[in-house]
Nanobody
Framework: QVQLLQSGGGLVRPGDSLRLSCAASGRADAGYTMAWFRQPPEKDREFVAAVKRYGGGTSIANSLKGRFSISRDRAKNTLYLQMDRLKSEDTAVYYC????????????????????WGQGTQVTVSS
């Protein structure tokens, strides 16, 4: 069983930066493909960023490139999402996700490919 424990989030002002963390426990030896998704108010869940199980290749939603970045500390089994120059439209519940499958790049953004999910954390960007 894999558990994902998220931390970070909160209320910030437009232009601020924020970092989310997601610590994975269980089956640590297997390695994971890990990702971030978000669900804005009254909207569907959307892909934010992902990092592949092997090789460290990353994928970021086109609309977020240049402001968001994803990284992973394998030793700590922790995934990070660095969010810079935050905007009001970044307001959402952010979810960490993981799968023991090695996904191809075109599948990274598909939430149905991930079997493990964090509890979600609210990020609110408001002046």
């Amino acid at each position: 069983q894999v558990q994902l424990l998220q931390s970070g989030g909160g209320l910030v002002r437009p232009g601020d930066s924020l970092r989310l963390s997601c610590a994975a426990s269980g089956r640590a030896d297997a390695g994971y493909t890990m990702a971030w998704f978000r669900q804005p108010p009254e909207k569907d869940r959307e892909f934010v960023a992902a990092v592949k199980r092997y090789g460290g290749g990353t994928s970021i939603a086109n609309s977020l490139k240049g402001r968001f970045s994803i990284s992973r500390d394998r030793a700590k089994n922790t995934l990070y999402l660095q969010m810079d120059r935050l905007k009001s439209e970044d307001t959402a519940v952010y979810y960490c996700a993981a799968t023991v499958s090695s996904l191809i790049t075109s599948s990274l953004a598909q939430d149905q490919m991930y079997e493990y999910w964090g509890q979600g954390t609210q990020v609110t960007v408001s002046s």
